[in-house]
């Protein structure tokens, strides 16, 4: 069945890149999405790809897409302590169009 | 744009009550809105597609008589947790899609005591 799959866990210090990695598995998928949920609150659109783009980049936010790979990831640059938070990728199944998610990556931020 | 309002962002009730979440698209219109519940330190479990005018689909394993979904208009989905038990303690979330993507309620954590 359709799978994201990505770490729990990265953990960064203050300032340097953070890199967070997606791999899923319905190739058919058109789009692709970042989300960011902060503690207690909902979740909030980061960005988002066209499976016909191999990267985006938003500000901070760099999206990288290797479809061959199956590959998504989120780079954000100089990270501040205020993107503490758990990030979200999401691939739409082609099928019913419904958001298959993956378990979420907490990003810890070190002073 | 494309921003989805969910109320009330907190609610504690107690057992044996039924809790109303409402969920209104402020600047589109969206005949599709999907509700989803997380657990805690866990990813979003869709629990039920609403759509405007029609009867609500559930995910299987969704019990349809606890969990009743209204979807009366282009802008406001309602979900009820009706006789609501201390494992519906959760954190609901709403979402619709805007175009090109999925935009989400800002949640509600339900706590029953």
């Known amino acids: 069945g359709e799978d994201v799959e990505q770490s729990l866990f990265l953990s960064v210090r203050e300032g340097d890149s953070s890199v967070i990695n997606c791999t899923y598995t319905d190739s058919s998928s058109t789009y692709l999405y970042w989300y960011k949920q902060e503690p207690g609150a909902g979740l909030q659109l980061l960005t988002y790809i066209f499976s016909n783009m191999d990267m985006k980049q938003d500000q901070r936010l760099t999206v990288l897409l290797n479809k061959k790979d199956k590959h998504l990831s989120l780079r954000i640059a100089d990270t501040q302590t205020g993107d503490s938070a758990i990030y979200f990728c999401a691939e739409i199944s082609d099928s019913n169009y419904q958001l298959i998610w993956g378990a979420g990556t907490k990003l810890i931020i070190k002073p | 744009g494309a921003v989805v309002s969910q109320h009330p962002s907190r609610v504690i009730c107690k057992s044996g009550t039924s809790v109303k979440i409402e969920c209104r698209s402020l600047?589109?219109?969206?005949?599709?809105m999907f509700w989803y519940r997380q657990f805690p330190k866990q990813s979003l479990m869709l629990m039920a597609t609403?759509?405007?005018?029609?009867?609500?689909t559930y995910e299987q394993g969704v019990e349809k008589d606890k969990f009743l979904i209204n979807h009366a208009s282009l802008t406001l989905s309602t979900l009820t947790v009706t006789s609501a038990h201390p494992e519906d303690s959760s954190f609901y979330i709403c979402?619709?899609?805007w175009g090109y993507g999925y935009t989400f309620g800002s949640g509600t954590r339900l706590t029953v005591v």
């Open positions: 979402s619709a899609w």
């Open positions: 600047d589109f219109q969206a005949t599709t």
């Open positions: 609403s759509n405007e005018g029609s009867k609500a």
